[in-house]
């Protein structure tokens, strides 16, 4: 058993770094984008989500070759290719974003949290949403400021699993015809107004992420 458990180790090991990148690259935009398209035109824009996963990884493994090989970040090149104001306004840019796509988050997991709650409550109202934001920011303040990298990589490992898990049994749970997701892969986008903005999203809003 030790054995066993011992090897399991290695291997999040070994994996704990790509899981830690696919829990950063999936957000509130990729969620939102791909929930609608799968709504809409169930199995059709299946292209995109691999089309954006193929740009994902490109874009992941050049910055991580360019940071190997220079020993700068993908911002230091900016300014020395570039010049600090272009380097500040991405910078600034990807701030501003990221703290976008947090609230975003927080907006999500608190409501979720606060609807299965209303069954364990007396009053059936559920914990209020604020409570939990505050409960939950605090958490992650406290786990950025007081916990080492290797600590944040586990937990994320964990959550990153466990999304993933959901991830296969909700598409074993809705899928009817698996071979609707072959007919997806073939490019194509529908005829409705904003079906573009939704492939647009999908693949940028996951590659953007990078």
């Known amino acids: 058993m030790k054995n066993i458990l011992k090897k399991i180790g290695i291997a999040l090991a070994a994996f704990g770094p790509g899981l830690f990148l696919v829990g950063y690259n999936i957000g509130t935009g990729s969620v939102t984008s791909m929930a609608s398209a799968g709504a809409s035109y169930g199995m059709e824009l299946t292209w995109a989500v691999l089309v954006s996963c193929i740009f994902t990884y490109i874009l992941i493994v050049t910055f991580g070759q360019y940071t190997l090989v220079t020993g700068k970040t993908a911002i230091q090149s900016f300014k020395d290719n570039f010049g600090k104001p272009t380097a500040q306004i ?34 059936g109202d ?68 904003n079906a573009g903005l939704i492939v647009a999203g999908m693949i940028g809003t996951t590659m953007g992420g990078v």
């Not at 701030?95 to 409501?111: F, K, L, R, T, Y």
């Not at 586990?154 to 699993?161: A, N, R, T, Y």
């Open 90 to 123: 991405v910078l600034w840019s990807l701030i501003i974003s990221e703290m976008v796509s947090s609230i975003g988050v927080m907006a999500i997991v608190s409501e979720v949290i606060h609807e299965y709650s209303k069954n364990f409550t007396s009053s």
């Open 126 to 193: 559920g914990l209020s949403t604020i409570i939990i934001t505050v409960v939950i920011a605090g958490f992650i303040v406290a786990l950025l400021f007081n916990g080492k990298y290797s600590l944040v990589e586990k937990i994320l490992i964990v959550f990153v699993s466990l999304m993933g898990l959901s991830f296969i049994l909700t598409s074993f749970l809705v899928i009817n015809n698996p071979a609707d997701i072959l007919t997806g892969m073939i490019p194509s986008i529908p005829e409705e107004t």
